[in-house]
């Protein structure tokens, strides 16, 4: 219990270092920024506590708009992302799967993975960008914006779950 307590501070630690040193700093043409840090989410294991895994997102999202000058836009992002993920790791995840697996290329096949991750992207991305501009008034603007940071944070998501797994 308390390895697996020390592992996700660990990981969230270094996930908001990653965040607000790197990825703040990126804006792929003025647009695209990666979101790396709903990373989080995608480790959980299946057997995880649904509200546990609700107040980890919602620290994390805190923490992430205490260094990012965002007010609670990560954090109503990311807890609605662990919300949504369970549920969703339960219909992605293989029939014949143990209950404490966790989320990966090997453990629940590499499409069913992707598809997976993509979608808890999507859910983290659109809930932010619908907080962060609580208008429609620049609509092409949000949605440029919306659809550069999604494409970004998913494709150096799988990035890095391609290195992890040495694939």
């Excluded at 990653?18 to 959980?44: D, E, K, S, W």
């Excluded at 440029?144 to 779950?161: A, K, P, Q």
Aim: charged letters at 10%; a positive charge; glycine letters at 4%.
């Amino acid at each position: 219990m308390i390895l697996v307590l020390l592992k996700r501070l660990l990981q969230m630690l270094v996930l908001v270092v990653v965040q607000v040193m790197v990825c703040n700093r990126i804006h792929l043409m003025g647009y695209a920024t990666p979101m790396l840090y709903v990373l989080f989410l995608v480790y959980f294991p299946l057997n995880s506590n649904r509200i546990g895994n609700m107040v980890w997102a919602f620290l994390l999202g805190l923490i992430i708009d205490a260094f990012s000058n965002t007010p609670g836009e990560a954090t109503g992002a990311l807890t609605l992302t662990a919300f949504v993920q369970w549920p969703l790791l339960q219909a992605s995840a293989p029939k014949e799967c143990l209950e404490d697996m966790v989320p990966s290329y090997k453990t629940m096949g590499r499409w069913n993975h992707i598809r997976y991750v993509f979608v808890l992207v999507l859910v983290h991305h659109t809930a932010f960008y619908v907080l962060e501009s609580f208008s429609f008034f620049h609509f092409t603007e949000l949605l440029i914006t919306y659809g550069s940071s999604l494409l970004l944070t998913f494709v150096m998501i799988l990035i890095l779950e391609t290195l992890r797994h040495g694939k």
